[in-house]
């Protein structure tokens, strides 16, 4: 498995911006296909943005245009780039790193959209 830690959560106003990173132990990282997904109070887990190992990127449909999944592998990093957060955006955000079938996740960071 693979350790993964969140960091860049917090609080922000409606229409603001915050970028999530997400830190793996593994040095095999760029073979991993890795996601952001997020958990509202009282909800499921949702996936909000995914990447392939070669690059490939897909979206929920609540935040295309607004949210872009971005990799570093030489940082064994990937990122989450919000813009234009509204209040339904708040959530737990999970990292998540799959291979082989296998998923690995984060703590989760909190995100929280209000004025």
């Known amino acids: 498995q693979v350790q993964l830690v969140e960091s860049g959560g917090g609080l922000v106003q409606p229409g603001g911006s915050l970028r999530l990173s997400c830190a793996a132990s593994t040095n095999i990282f760029s073979i991993y296909a890795m996601g952001w997904y997020r958990q509202a109070p009282g909800k499921q887990r949702e996936l909000v943005a995914a990447i392939t190992s070669g690059g490939t990127t897909n979206y929920a449909d609540s935040v295309k245009g607004r949210f872009t999944i971005s990799r570093d592998n030489a940082k064994k990093t990937v990122y989450l780039q919000m813009n234009s957060l509204k209040p339904e955006d708040t959530a737990v955000y999970y990292c998540?790193?799959?291979?082989?079938?296998?998923?690995?996740w984060g703590q989760g960071t909190q995100v929280t959209v209000s004025s």
């Open positions: 998540n790193a799959r291979f082989g079938g296998l998923d690995s």
